[in-house]
């Protein structure tokens, strides 16, 4: 229980639940970064007084702002965010959004740190290197809530016992809707997630489906399960959190709260478990349903099957246009339905390679941004 924690993303919803329970739980917090110098993050960084405090962007006039409310010296730079990630022993908590928290994800692992990995897109995009960044001796705890419960529920089985991981999906706010009503939904209207409380990008990823799709990228690279023995199934009421078919047909699945901090708990003291952070969970009076993927509603889940079988290259321009056909949606520039059409369209024209390195992973998700914007100013 005496690691030191470091987190990155501290004012987002993981970073803040992150940094919720690690105060329960008692543990020193070494380094807060977050990328904008907020009041918010000012309020953490002053009630932390040992940690290091790191802010990645800002001008200049709010980081001197931002440094008085604070009341010590800040670090501003990104190769500050790496170093904090090698803190001798520290667990690593990357709630960075997007591809940018690549690197940050490497550090730790080169460091032979834990990595409590909430950035799924470090791993969607940069998979291969990621595995190999795993050769140092560093340890990766997924804080996903489906792949907190596969890891658990695949603890002391061997791989060649697994017949099947089998992902739950919410639905998102659109489950049950016809594609062609959902050509006006409005970004307020997609914001408005059922069960889960999470940040804007993923909550839209999370009514398109892209956010399952990129959980299967995440699951396949994680436990090292072919694409063809991933399924995703929808389960509105998020208490099964995944499940583990096995050879001989048990299953086991992870149920409970749909609550973030006990996915982030875990991530912090595996293989020990604490006191629930969460409300008290019981089974009796709930009615658990379970339904088939409307595929063609939703079409983000198969592009990403289809760009996680590719590999290579194609996972991150996945992600990347993405990213940049989301942000559109949520700035009225782009419709609901175009976001899969502009993904789709850009691996397409993305040529394939493989990624050796993080300089390849960088350039691979420059180049589908560029495409991904271009596609989307020629979609208005
Ligand atoms: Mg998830």
Request: charged share 20%; net charge negative; hydrophobic share 45%.
């Amino acid at each position: 229980m005496s690691r030191p924690v470091v987190v990155l993303g501290a004012t987002g919803s993981i970073g803040s639940q992150t940094l919720e329970v690690a105060d329960a739980l008692g543990m020193e917090v070494a380094a807060v970064a977050a990328l904008r110098p907020s009041r918010r993050f000012a309020e953490v960084a002053a009630s932390r007084p040992d940690a290091r405090v790191i802010v990645v962007g800002g001008s200049s006039e709010d980081r001197a702002d931002f440094e008085s409310a604070v009341g010590r010296r800040v670090e501003y730079d990104a190769p500050a965010v790496l170093d904090a990630s090698a803190t001798p022993g520290a667990v690593v908590v990357n709630g960075i959004v997007g591809a940018a928290g690549l690197r940050a994800t490497l550090a730790t692992l080169e460091a032979g740190n834990r990595l409590a990995l909430a950035n799924k897109e470090s791993l969607v995009a940069g998979g291969p290197v990621v595995k190999r960044a795993l050769q140092h001796g560093g340890e990766m705890i997924p804080v996903d809530s489906e792949h907190s419960a596969l890891f658990q529920c695949l603890q002391g089985e061997p791989p060649e016992a697994v017949a099947r991981l089998v992902l739950t999906a919410s639905g998102g706010p659109f489950r049950g809707r016809s594609r062609q009503s959902l050509g006006e939904v409005t970004p307020e209207e997609a914001l408005k997630h059922p069960t889960w409380d999470m940040g804007e990008r993923v909550t839209i990823d999370s009514a398109t489906l892209f956010n399952k799709g990129l959980e299967v990228i995440e699951a396949h690279y994680l436990f090292d399960v072919p694409y063809d023995r991933i399924e995703v199934v929808v389960h509105p009421q998020s208490v099964l959190h995944s499940a583990v078919e096995f050879v001989d047909g048990s299953w086991k699945g992870h149920f409970g709260q749909p609550d973030m901090r006990i996915p982030i708990q875990y991530a912090l003291t595996a293989p020990a478990r604490s006191d629930s952070p969460a409300d008290p969970f019981s089974l009796a009076g709930r009615e658990l349903t379970f339904e088939e993927v409307d595929r063609g509603t939703f079409p983000a889940l198969d592009l990403a099957f289809v760009a996680g079988r590719r590999g290579g290259s194609a996972p991150a321009v996945l992600n990347a246009a993405d990213e940049v056909a989301v942000e559109a949606f949520l700035q009225h520039r782009l419709g609901f339905l175009g976001i899969a059409d502009v993904v789709g369209l850009t691996l397409d024209q993305v040529e394939w390679r493989q990624l050796d390195s993080v300089d390849d992973v960088l350039e691979v998700d420059r180049e589908a941004r560029g495409i991904a914007a271009t596609l989307v100013a020629g979609s208005c």
